[in-house]
């Protein structure tokens, strides 16, 4: 049985688009793949701290007689969020854009799985992932229109930032759906969720990296 992470990190509750893709995604892929176990983690309830101080004592090791209580319970979250992530096959990530970047609810739970010796390590040759053979799939959610242009590619640092932290930890199989231009007209809007769907159905057909297995063959 495969593990599948659903993460949802929009604050707009039930009016979030990111949250209606990442459920939608999370039930076709069960439909393509029943022997799935499925977590939750609502990043917009249960929010990490933003690194400070005693967040970071994380970076500490775990016996370190100089942790402060705090450091300590903030070790747990960490250690919890880290093995959460690790543990999963396929990691569906809603994300909406927040003033051109991601909800820092969803920037903190990055920077709590973001530790050496864990997700990544430090060699010679530079950094190498340690948390590859995942696909995660990010369901991505614009007012505007993004994609289309140099210069809306160049304003967005939210598909091109989850794409490079996760390809720094190793995931080479990151997947996207995608609805933009949501803010500008209803019609737009079914455009976008219908193209939506599309990808949907092309996203969870597909086995979970099913590409890197061919090539390991």
């Known amino acids: 049985m495969s593990k599948l992470l659903h993460i949802d990190s929009s604050i707009l509750g039930g009016n979030s688009v990111s949250r209606q893709l990442t459920a939608q995604i999370v039930a076709s892929w069960r439909a393509s793949h029943p022997a799935t176990e499925v977590s939750y983690l609502d990043l917009a309830v249960d929010t990490p701290s933003h690194l400070s101080a005693e967040p970071l004592g994380f970076r500490l090791p775990a016996g370190s007689a100089d942790l402060s209580d705090a450091q300590k319970r903030e070790n747990a979250h960490s250690e919890a969020l ?3 992530f690790l543990a999963a096959d396929v990691v569906v990530v809603g994300a909406p854009l927040y003033n051109f970047a ?7 739970w990055i920077d709590r799985i973001a530790q050496v010796g864990r997700t990544f ?8 992932g340690l948390a590859g053979g995942k696909t995660v799939i990010i369901a991505s ?4 229109v993004y994609s289309t242009s140099d210069a809306g590619n160049a304003m967005e640092h939210q598909e091109s930032y989850l794409k490079t932290v996760f390809g720094f930890f190793g995931v080479t199989d990151v997947r996207f759906v995608r609805a933009e231009g949501l803010a500008m007209g209803e019609a737009a809007k079914v455009a976008a969720l219908t193209a939506a769907q599309v990808d949907i159905t092309a996203q969870t057909q597909t086995a979970a990296n099913q590409a890197q297995a061919a090539l390991a063959a």
């Open 102 to 108: 991601v909800p820092t609810q969803l920037k903190a």
């Open 121 to 128: 390590t430090y060699t010679d040759k530079g950094p190498v």
């Open 82 to 84: 880290v093995s959460q």
């Open 141 to 144: 959610a614009r007012g505007g």
